[in-house]
């Protein structure tokens, strides 16, 4: 079976733009969170949904939103960007809440 | 209360040696305890996880000890291998409900052949 799948890998955005990252997790579940890690720091909670509600959303502003689909893909989506969301932004997916965390592999923002 | 700290910052060990990282929690609310292993350039991995009801879980190399009274936990890599070197993040939820993952400040190991 195919892991969490994120994309795209790495992009390039300008200040003030708006960027969409993708993310597919595994098949059968049901649960999707987003985490944003700085370099050299631990990754940050930021959204966790789960059969397409929202059910927890971490201390980040309301730039970043996040969605999920009747597929149990999800988008995040991070308006006006900042110099400061330069970061590895990482999908994690669980069967269902409860039970074990895997990320994908990221999708690298650089924000110049 | 929602922190997980983690030590030491980083570590080189040689080649068959034994590496120790430890973390510390302060929310007793917390109930699932995952040590995840990074290469640069990709997402966490999850090495091996620990609930609170056991004060210890080996698989293969890598051993978790927990210390519920201190709120504290450990990951040990037995026979550490170059391969080994990687960044390490101990990470504290609690397994219900919203499960909302917070991580340490990540351990850089580096093996020396």
């Known amino acids: 079976d195919a892991g969490v799948t994120q994309s795209p890998t790495h992009l390039i955005k300008t200040r003030g733009q708006q960027v969409t990252l993708r993310c597919s997790p595994i098949?059968?579940?049901?649960?999707v969170s987003w985490y944003q890690q700085v370099l050299g720091q631990g990754p940050q909670f930021i959204f966790q949904?789960?059969?397409?509600?929202?059910?927890g959303r971490g201390n980040f502003p309301d730039r970043f939103s996040a969605r999920q689909f009747p597929n149990y893909s999800s988008e995040l989506n991070v308006n006006a960007l900042l110099l400061g969301d330069s970061a590895l932004y990482l999908c994690?997916?669980?069967?269902?809440?409860?039970?074990?965390?895997?990320f994908g592999e990221g999708s690298w923002l650089t924000v110049v | 209360q929602q922190q997980v700290k983690q030590s030491p910052q980083s570590l080189i060990v040689q080649k068959g040696g034994i590496s120790i990282i430890n973390c510390a929690y302060e929310?007793?609310?917390?109930?699932?305890f995952p040590w995840y292993q990074q290469f640069p350039g990709k997402g966490p991995a999850l090495l091996i996880a620990?609930?609170?009801?056991?004060s210890e879980k080996k698989e293969g190399r890598f051993t978790i000890s927990f210390n519920k009274s201190a709120k504290q936990f450990s990951l040990h890599i037995m026979d550490s291998q170059p391969g080994d070197s990687a960044t390490y993040f101990c990470?504290?939820?609690?397994?219900?409900?919203?499960?909302?993952?917070?991580f340490g400040t990540g351990t850089r190991l580096l093996v020396s052949p």
């Open positions: 990470a504290a939820s609690k397994k219900t409900g919203f499960q909302k993952l917070v």
């Open positions: 620990i609930r609170p009801d056991v």
């Open positions: 098949s059968g579940h049901k649960s």
């Open positions: 994690a997916s669980t069967r269902e809440s409860g039970n074990t965390i895997y």
């Open positions: 929310n007793t609310a917390f109930d699932y």
């Open positions: 949904y789960y059969e397409k509600e929202e059910r």
